[in-house]
Structure formats: C-alpha cells, structure tokens
C-alpha cells in the first residue's frame, strides 16, 4: 500500500482488525519512509456494479459517490456515522445480490430512500427533495401527504 504522504511503497500493517459491523477489515499502517500513520479498510466487493443513468450514461458504482450523497442528507442529523456504515454495507449487498451488473440509478435510490426512511425522517425528505426532483414547495406538501398515508 502506497503512503498517502509521501508515496512510498513500503508501508506495513501495524494492527488489524474487524469493523464495527464485521464488514471490512481495518489496517492500521505506518510508513517506513516518513513515520506517518494511516488507516486502510478492505471490502469485500461481490461484483462490479455499473449505474445506468436516467439519460442511459453508463458509469462505474462509486461508494465514496454513494456515502457522500447520504451524508449531505444526513448532514446535522443524529445519526452516527457507524449506523450509516452498517446501512450503506446493507444496501450495496442488497445491489449485489440482484445479480446484475448494471444497476438503474432509479434502483439505487429507491434502496437509499427504504434505508434514510428508516434511519431519520428529515433525511428522508433531503434525499427524496434531490432524487424526485422538487422544484416547489408544493412538491415537499405532496410528498409530506404521500408519507402520512403509509
């Protein structure tokens, strides 16, 4: 593993373990050229997923992209970054396990709506307001009528 300071090569894993979740192994590194230290985690990746975008664009799945996208909604909101972990783990072994390699965006954002839905109410309405594309507030009272019925 590369040292993200300074490049060099040699960097050896000082202690390892599992995750919180038991979803990744966490590699506690130190760089024998500059003494920095560094954390590296190791996934398991079933498959590799490709987002077919709503203009039919084909990109490659980005988790960081993903992850990003759910903490804006969850920006200021009391949910730990370990209970976005575990949710964020869930829903990409969710994708995997369809089988398929070329996942429709629309898909992946009704995972992240079920998953938001259950972990913070506003988070839910951030990321359904960018994902259903509000424009109005209209939008958000139709939406917000639509919840209270479920």
Not at 27 to 39: G, I, K, L, Y
Not at 65 to 76: E, H, P, T, W
Not at 93 to 120: C, F, H, N, P, V
């Amino acid at each position: 593993m590369r040292c993200p300071f300074c490049g060099h090569e040699d960097t050896p894993v000082k202690d390892s373990r599992p995750s919180v979740d038991n979803s990744a192994i966490r590699r506690r590194r130190e760089c024998v050229s500059c003494d920095a230290r560094f954390t590296t985690f190791e996934r398991v990746q079933l498959s590799d997923l490709t987002v077919i975008k709503n203009n039919d664009r084909r990109e490659p799945f980005e988790r960081e992209k993903f992850v990003r996208s759910l903490k804006l909604a969850l920006q200021k909101r009391p949910v730990t970054a370990e209970t976005l972990e575990r949710g964020v783990n869930d829903i990409i072994r969710q994708l995997e396990s369809l089988g398929e390699a070329d996942i429709a965006s629309k898909t992946i954002g009704e995972y992240a709506m079920r998953t938001l839905s259950r972990l913070d109410s506003v988070a839910y309405v951030r990321y359904a307001s960018v994902y259903k594309d509000f424009h109005e507030v209209n939008d958000f009272n139709a939406f917000l009528g639509e919840i209270k019925k479920t």
